[in-house]
């Protein structure tokens, strides 16, 4: 799924009117309560799952790296210029890391967020209901 599918899940799920008159109300908000709150933590699962592929992949290209300059090592000038072309490489590749994996986390904590307004919304509505049911 891709971060605008994400970021458009998350608009739609946050929107909601949490006005209750009546118990039926409170109940009918409870249930969509819940729902989204049951959607918030599928794709907060999904979200898991999406970060630890980038990160397999972030691995993966480091180990290869590490490969092609393990393979031919020679003394003098050229280990040195090999050695240097590996770090540029290694921190370039780690930059294009961080920078594909800050979108994920963004939307991590905006779901980690959401769930705790969820929860707390939640509980005047049990109190409303408590208390007009005696």
Known sequence: MKIKDYNKLIQEI???DFEADSIAD???ILAEL?????????????????IKIV?????EKMHK?????????????????????KVKELKKLEREHN???????????????????????KEPLNDYMKGRLG
């Open 14 to 16: 946050s929107d909601i």
């Open 26 to 28: 409170s109940r009918r």
């Open 34 to 50: 819940n729902e989204r709150e049951t959607v918030l933590k599928e794709l907060k699962k999904r979200i898991r799952t999406e």
């Open 55 to 59: 990160e397999r992949e972030f691995l």
């Open 65 to 85: 790296i590490n490969v092609d300059y393990a393979g031919e090592r020679s003394p003098g000038v050229m280990s040195r210029v090999r050695r240097k072309s």
């Open 99 to 121: 920078k594909s994996l800050k979108p994920y986390n963004e939307i991590k904590y905006t779901l980690n967020d959401l769930i705790i307004q969820i929860q707390e919304a």
